[in-house]
């Protein structure tokens, strides 16, 4: 399988969960503090008015609530998209998608192990 299929089927394979955390993002020249509306093992959807361009590398921090009892998360990651503001105002939701990079198998079981928890607390008896 070509590698930009490959991804595609990657992102597609891993379920995203809504989430309303804190974020910092960090980057050599700018500090963004955010918000998370959705994360994946493979990354996140930071909301923001503010998205950094396609292609720029992140340093993330960010913490699941302490009811699932993590570690806060320490994390590269870089922007794959980004949905801007529009001048309009016809879009509700801008921010950017931040794919996850040089991810620990331990940081992905991490991972892996909040959105299951989260999961498991949100559906119905």
Request: one cysteine or more; aromatic letters at 8%.
């Amino acid at each position: 399988m070509p590698d930009d299929e490959r991804e595609d089927h990657e992102r597609r394979s891993h379920d995203r969960v809504a989430v309303s955390w804190d974020v910092d993002c960090a980057t050599e020249e700018t500090f963004l503090y955010a918000s998370i509306a959705n994360i994946s093992a493979m990354g996140i959807f930071i909301r923001t008015e503010k998205p950094l361009d396609v292609g720029t590398p992140v340093d993330l921090s960010f913490a699941p609530p302490k009811e699932h009892g993590h570690e806060p998360f320490r994390l590269h990651g870089v922007v794959a998209w980004i949905n801007r503001v529009r001048e309009n105002g016809d879009n509700p939701n801008p921010g950017m998608g931040v794919r996850f990079t040089d991810l620990s198998q331990e940081a992905r079981e991490r991972l892996v192990d909040v959105i299951h928890a989260i999961t498991y607390v949100r559906e119905p008896n």
